[in-house]
């Protein structure tokens, strides 16, 4: 069953905080997170394990309600290369393959 | 090789005719997937070899949809008698041991237009 990622899409100035949420009807053995930019491939950002720790990568950041079903990308003091389109994939009882949501769009303005 | 490498980059056909799509994914990783993202839209799974194990064909949309992979590296996606609605651009990702190394790699893709 496909995450459901909110917002759709978001307009920043650079230096600005962005969070993205992903939440799912199913429970949740992982959560993934990609970027992509446009006419580009997705690149793994981080991947959020059953036991709610929260992962980091530079100044975007992670969490993981392994109860609520939820998982949030934290974008903090946005910079102009954080633009693209964000994907939450969930994998779902250890199914081994990912069902990602549609995407939020990001976008970071000077 | 270095990253997951997709062959053509590009495809246009006419409706009606067969496409193979190529996928060579990293040497050693033993999980290789295909997804489908069409304009605007997210990444809708395919199919999934892991091994030596019978592949996850679940997300095949219609019996016009194959895939091989030979000798547990290379994979062809196969779509016969294209339709319009199969436009799209055909991702693939490799991946060593999903949820305990890491993610995805996927490769940049090739776009898939059916006129």
């Known amino acids: 069953q496909q995450p459901v990622q909110s917002p759709q899409a978001v307009i920043l100035r650079e230096g600005e905080d962005a969070v993205i949420n992903c939440s799912s009807s199913?429970?949740?053995?992982?959560v993934h997170w990609y970027r992509q930019k446009h006419g580009e491939a997705p690149v793994f950002l981080m991947i959020?394990?059953?036991?709610?720790e929260q992962k980091g990568h530079e100044k975007i950041s992670a969490s993981f309600n392994e109860k609520k079903q939820q998982s949030s990308l934290y974008l903090t003091a946005s910079q102009l290369s954080y633009s693209g389109t964000y994907f939450c994939?969930?994998?779902?009882?250890?199914?081994?393959?990912?069902?990602f949501g549609k995407g939020t769009k990001l976008t970071v303005n000077p | 090789g270095a990253g997951v490498s997709q062959s053509p980059s590009n495809k246009v056909t006419e409706k009606g005719k067969d496409v193979e799509l190529r996928c060579d994914p990293i040497?050693?990783?033993?999980?290789l997937y295909w997804y489908r993202q069409s304009l605007g839209q997210g990444l809708e799974f395919l199919i999934y070899?892991?091994?030596?194990?019978?592949?996850?064909k679940s997300g095949l949309p219609s019996d016009r949809f194959s895939a091989e992979r030979t000798g547990g590296s290379v994979s062809t996606l196969t779509i016969q008698r294209t339709q319009q609605e199969d436009s799209a651009v055909y991702l693939c990702?490799?991946?060593?041991?999903?949820?305990?190394?890491?993610?995805?790699?996927f490769g940049s893709g090739t776009r898939l237009t059916v006129v």
């Open positions: 959020l394990l059953k036991g709610g």
């Open positions: 199913k429970a949740l053995y992982s």
């Open positions: 994939g969930t994998e779902q009882g250890g199914s081994e393959k990912l069902v």
């Open positions: 040497s050693g990783h033993t999980a």
């Open positions: 990702a490799s991946s060593l041991q999903l949820g305990i190394t890491g993610g995805y790699t």
């Open positions: 070899f892991q091994g030596n194990s019978a592949p996850d």
